[in-house]
């Protein structure tokens, strides 16, 4: 069936410094990709999306690219912010719109 | 974005008790409700799809009987744990799909509801 594999944390960074968070899937069809964020105390909100092959999802400085031949959505981030502290979600929505997800990986961006 | 309203947003109950969880989106119409469970430390692992108008789809190992869930409007679903026990303690998150509009089919989610169950 469908499934996300997705980085273990925490993930402690300083701030400025570079993040990927790797996302791997598996998936029978076209997939589209997710990433979500879950702020401290606040509900899951989406921060970004692909639908197909090599489409590059960005938002906030985010980036993630949707390689099926890795079967990969790693997030990536320049320079993490205070701000950016939160825990993470890769999702795949299959063939019969039902959506999966990683087990989150909580980031903690120190100054 | 577009909003789903989920409430009680914390709910502490004594052990035999039903408890009712609502999920409401405010400025969309949904279809199709999702509800998920949230374990400390974990990921959302989904209970149920919610479907307006008709009985919803379970996921192996959720109890149907446990977990009711009523959809009987667009934008309204209810999720009412019965007979609730120390161990439904959790964190239940509903997530609504948009119906038309420029956010067809995406998914939005209500900030999550912590359930205590003494």
């Known amino acids: 069936g469908d499934s996300v594999t997705q980085m273990e944390g925490p993930v402690t960074l300083s701030e400025e410094a570079f993040l990927t968070i790797n996302c791997t899937y598996t998936?029978?069809?076209?997939?589209?990709l997710f990433w979500y964020v879950q702020y401290p105390g606040e509900g899951l909100q989406l921060l970004l999306k692909?639908?197909?092959?090599?489409d590059k999802g960005s938002n906030k400085g985010f980036e993630a690219t949707y390689r099926k031949e890795t079967t990969s959505f790693h997030l990536e981030k320049g320079s993490v912010q205070v701000s950016d502290s939160a825990v993470y979600f890769c999702a795949l929505r299959g063939a019969g719109n039902q959506f999966y997800f990683g087990t989150g990986t909580s980031l903690t961006v120190i100054p | 974005g577009a909003v789903v309203s989920q409430h009680p947003s914390w709910v502490i109950c004594k052990s035999g008790t039903s408890v009712k969880i609502e999920c409401r989106s405010l400025?969309?119409?949904?279809?199709?409700m999702f509800w998920y469970r949230q374990f400390p430390k974990q990921s959302l692992m989904l209970m149920a799809t919610?479907?307006?108008?008709?009985?919803?789809?379970?996921e192996q190992g959720v109890e149907k009987d446990k977990f009711l869930i009523n959809h009987a409007s667009l934008t309204l679903s209810t999720l009412t744990v019965t007979s609730a026990h120390p161990e439904d303690s959790s964190f239940y998150i509903c997530?609504?799909?948009?119906?038309?509009?420029?956010?067809?089919?995406?998914?939005?989610f209500g900030e999550g509801s912590r359930l205590t169950v003494l």
């Open positions: 400025d969309f119409q949904a279809t199709t």
């Open positions: 692909a639908t197909k092959a090599d």
């Open positions: 997530s609504a799909k948009a119906s038309g509009g420029t956010q067809n089919g995406e998914l939005f």
């Open positions: 998936a029978t069809g076209y997939p589209s």
């Open positions: 919610s479907n307006e108008g008709s009985k919803a789809t379970y």
